[in-house]
């Protein structure tokens, strides 16, 4: 009896070993989801990793956007960081150049990743040539249409050129408050997809220097280009802050189209009459703007291999594709083509234009790039200085900025 007594205690003590060595490494992970993402993320996706890695918790921590970015690096300071956080895609290269983060490039699997993701959001993780994040969702801008303002300039569908659009230019009544298109305001979000798509750039692929690319001849164009547009009250005075703005003006007929983001509609809405489309297309191009939200690991982490082995499954069908339904669109290439549309077809639009869509410029300066950038739009298109001046200007300033 005494011996199975023995054999029974060292059975109990073996599964608390073995409970012990399987103990879960948990992983703390704050984000900024909404209620209804939170929702889906907390009953879906997270089910699924913790079932697929038993011996990881994901501890989801849902933090107010608002003062983020000083917690974190108050959080880094006093060693109490996360081990994961999910933050806006220009963040990122800010806190690389801080120290706090840890580069990827070199973690197994990082390269399948690297060359599934689409080309604009991987992007968006760059800083000094090394990757510091994976894109966790991401978004763009489209051209949305009011059909009826199509039909009164002799469209049966939304054009898909620029040249086509400007061909109704003669079509426009802005003394009855009808133009032709509207972007809302002259900042970078609102202006860089027309510069890109007029053959303009801010910088070098590499992202090392704004002189010769934010000054040259294509980039200049493109400025004198919007500008024409503005002159002639062929886009509307939203560009400079003026109304009607661009949701109520597309609404309302004021505009055939107008340059938005998926959040125009809701998940599961149609809006037949206001339809998405691809922005018109100079020379084959059609370039917007890639928004949305990184995943990066903090480099204080003590788990960086479970942080990895969870970083690795939300790039996967599994986590990526069930928060479609909370309106998040997939950052893989592949997964695009999955994205059930059928209860939103104003997406399909979106999807297409993110294989083509590129980042602000990745650099820990990007506020004080933006800044810049921003003030030289705007005057320009005030007609305080020519876009060559302006653009002379804000390159100078910026070589400087990405040399630091």
């Keep these: 009896m005494k011996k199975l007594v023995s054999i029974l205690a060292a059975l109990v003590m073996l599964m608390s070993l073995c409970s012990t060595a399987m103990a879960e490494t948990e992983i703390t992970f704050w984000h900024t989801y909404s209620e209804g993402e939170e929702k889906v993320f907390l009953e879906q996706v997270v089910p699924a990793f913790e079932t697929a890695h038993p011996d990881v918790k994901i501890n989801a921590i849902r933090m107010p956007y608002e003062g983020l970015n000083q917690q974190i690096i108050t959080a880094v300071a006093g060693n109490t960081a996360p081990d994961l ?7 990122v290269a800010q806190f690389a150049k801080l120290g706090a983060l840890k580069a990827l490039d070199e973690m197994d699997g990082f390269q399948e990743i690297l060359s599934g993701a689409l080309p604009g959001p991987m992007a968006t993780t760059l800083y000094k040539g090394l990757h510091y994040g994976l894109p966790m969702n991401t978004n763009t801008t489209t051209g949305v249409f009011n059909l009826e303002r199509l ?14 659009l400007l061909g109704a230019a003669d079509l426009a009544e802005p003394q009855n408050e009808k133009w032709l298109f509207a972007v809302q305001g002259s900042f970078n979000w609102a202006m860089l997809p027309f ?46 802050g003026e109304e009607p703005a661009t949701w109520g003006g597309i609404e309302n007929g004021n505009y055939a189209m107008v340059v938005e983001g998926p959040w125009f509609y809701s998940a599961g809405e149609t809006k037949p009459n206001l339809p998405s489309a691809t922005i018109p297309a100079v020379d084959g191009r059609s370039i917007s703007i890639v928004g949305g939200e990184d995943l990066v690991m903090l480099k204080g982490t003590k788990n960086a291999e479970a942080a990895w082995t969870f970083m690795r499954f939300m790039m996967t069908a599994e986590a990526q594709l069930p928060m479609v339904s909370a309106g998040m669109i997939p950052t893989m290439a592949a997964l695009l083509d999955q994205v059930d549309i059928s209860g939103s077809p104003w997406m399909e639009a979106y999807l297409e234009q993110l294989k083509t869509a590129m980042p602000r410029t990745p650099s820990a300066e990007w506020p004080s790039i933006e800044e810049i950038l921003n003030l030289t739009f705007e005057s320009i298109l005030r007609g305080a200085v020519s876009a060559q001046e302006g653009l002379d200007s804000a390159a100078a300033q910026i070589d400087v900025l990405l040399a630091e």
């Design 85 to 91: 956080v999910r933050m806006d895609i220009t963040w």
């Design 151 to 164: 039909k009164e300039l002799g469209f049966d569908a939304p054009p898909t050129t620029l040249e086509e």
């Design 195 to 240: 510069i890109w798509t007029l053959g303009g750039s801010i910088t070098d692929d590499a992202y090392t220097t704004a002189t010769g690319y934010l000054n040259g001849e294509a980039t200049v164009k493109a400025l004198e280009t919007v500008k024409s547009w503005y002159d002639n009250q062929l886009i509307g005075a939203c560009i400079l």
